[in-house]
């Protein structure tokens, strides 16, 4: 088993094709299809369903496909951390919508501005996502939410994934957003809508909305939640007073309209740098270094 047939199996998984997979590789068909059967021949399975043109994974593919990548990111992270102390190679970065929306842009120009030739990959999704994902080596680093409200430096990391190791960046400030014209609202049974707009489960700050609605004993069984996949949706389903939702104050910031609807302070969220332990590149400590300056009123406690 060569890293080059891992390669050569995981672009074949991605595009579903081995004529793309060919073209993105820079090789030829033949040689693709060739490296592919023995790769099948040397596990004694087999890892795709061949369907006409289209390649689906296998259950053992599947599973195979989890090794590739956790073998590919270390042999990648073993290259970066051979060379010299400066940025290279590849850096997958995860992070919260909110997150990438309102934070990310400017660290992220910097870091290109000085190390031009790292590749940067960026993916969005849950805080438990994107743990979950560091975890298992499929992203390097990922900026989550911790869902323990207490201080920042007593936050377990072991409560999003196990082998973690955290930087604290900054705390966000959680509103409750309700519809514009709303009565004030001081505990969950003065609210008048019984829908939440949210993310889908493992996001944190749905997580606090879901901890604070049912603190009163009257419980989620009375709650709608809608889940949907962006803030643009969620702020469009509060303005049309059908739900209500918690968002951090950075997204409001960046919505004029959001003056419009009335809020209510809940709590404060934490937000770290995750990687996992022992993973230590030039690249990531570089990133880590321009997303640590973009607040830099806030001190961070020690690593975690």
Same mark, same amino acid.
């Given at each position: 088993?060569?890293?080059?047939?891992?390669?050569?199996?995981?672009?074949?998984?991605?595009?579903?094709?081995?004529?793309?997979?060919?073209?993105?590789?820079?090789?030829?068909?033949?040689?693709?299809?060739?490296?592919? !059967?023995?790769?099948?021949?040397?596990?004694?399975?087999?890892?795709?369903?061949?369907?006409?043109?289209?390649?689906?994974?296998?259950?053992?593919?599947?599973?195979?496909?989890?090794?590739?990548?956790?073998?590919?990111?270390?042999?990648?992270?073993?290259?970066?951390?051979?060379?010299?102390?400066?940025?290279?190679?590849?850096?997958?970065?995860?992070?919260?919508?909110?997150?990438?929306?309102?934070?990310?842009?400017?660290?992220?120009?910097?870091?290109?501005?000085?190390?031009?030739?790292?590749?940067?990959?960026?993916?969005?999704?849950?805080?438990?996502?994107?743990?979950?994902?560091?975890?298992?080596?499929?992203?390097?680093?990922?900026?989550?939410?911790?869902? @323990?409200?207490?201080?920042?430096?007593?936050?377990?990391?072991?409560?999003?994934?196990?082998?973690?190791?955290?930087?604290?960046?900054?705390?966000? !400030?959680?509103?409750?957003?309700?519809?514009?014209?709303?009565? !004030?609202?001081?505990?969950?049974? @003065?609210?008048?809508?019984? /829908?939440?707009?949210?993310?889908?489960?493992?996001?944190?700050?749905?997580?606090?909305?879901?901890?604070?609605?049912?603190?009163?004993?009257?419980?989620?069984?009375?709650?709608?939640?809608?889940?949907?996949? /962006?803030?643009?949706?969620?702020?469009?389903?509060?303005?049309?007073?059908?739900?209500?939702?918690?968002?951090?104050?950075?997204?409001?910031?960046?919505?004029? @309209?959001?003056?419009?609807?009335?809020?209510?302070?809940?709590?404060?969220?934490?937000?770290?740098?995750?990687?996992?332990?022992?993973?230590?590149?030039?690249?990531?400590?570089?990133?880590?270094?321009?997303?640590?300056?973009?607040?830099?009123?806030?001190?961070?406690?020690?690593?975690?």
């Amino acid at each position: 088993m060569e890293l080059a047939e891992l390669e050569i199996f995981r672009a074949v998984a991605r595009e579903q094709s081995v004529t793309r997979a060919a073209q993105l590789l820079d090789r030829v068909q033949s040689n693709v299809t060739t490296r592919l !059967k023995q790769l099948e021949d040397d596990l004694g399975v087999a890892l795709f369903l061949r369907d006409g043109r289209r390649m689906t994974l296998t259950p053992q593919g599947q599973r195979f496909l989890d090794y590739a990548e956790r073998i590919l990111a270390l042999a990648e992270e073993a290259r970066q951390s051979m060379q010299s102390e400066q940025p290279s190679g590849r850096l997958r970065v995860g992070s919260m919508e909110s997150t990438a929306a309102s934070r990310l842009p400017r660290p992220l120009a910097r870091f290109h501005a000085n190390w031009p030739e790292v590749n940067v990959e960026i993916r969005t999704g849950t805080t438990q996502l994107m743990a979950d994902a560091v975890a298992e080596h499929r992203l390097d680093c990922a900026i989550v939410a911790h869902p @323990d409200a207490g201080p920042a430096s007593t936050a377990d990391m072991a409560l999003l994934a196990p082998g973690l190791r955290g930087t604290y960046l900054f705390s966000e !400030k959680l509103m409750l957003v309700l519809p514009p014209g709303h009565p !004030k609202v001081r505990a969950p049974s @003065d609210i008048q809508v019984r /829908s939440l707009a949210g993310f889908a489960r493992g996001c944190t700050y749905r997580q606090c909305a879901e901890d604070w609605l049912g603190q009163e004993g009257t419980g989620l069984p009375r709650w709608n939640v809608v889940e949907v996949n /962006s803030y643009h949706a969620i702020l469009a389903c509060v303005m049309a007073g059908t739900a209500v939702a918690v968002l951090p104050q950075s997204v409001l910031d960046l919505h004029p @309209d959001a003056a419009a609807m009335r809020t209510v302070f809940l709590r404060d969220a934490h937000i770290f740098f995750v990687q996992r332990a022992g993973y230590d590149t030039a690249a990531c400590r570089a990133l880590l270094e321009e997303v640590r300056r973009q607040d830099a009123q806030v001190r961070p406690p020690p690593v975690i």
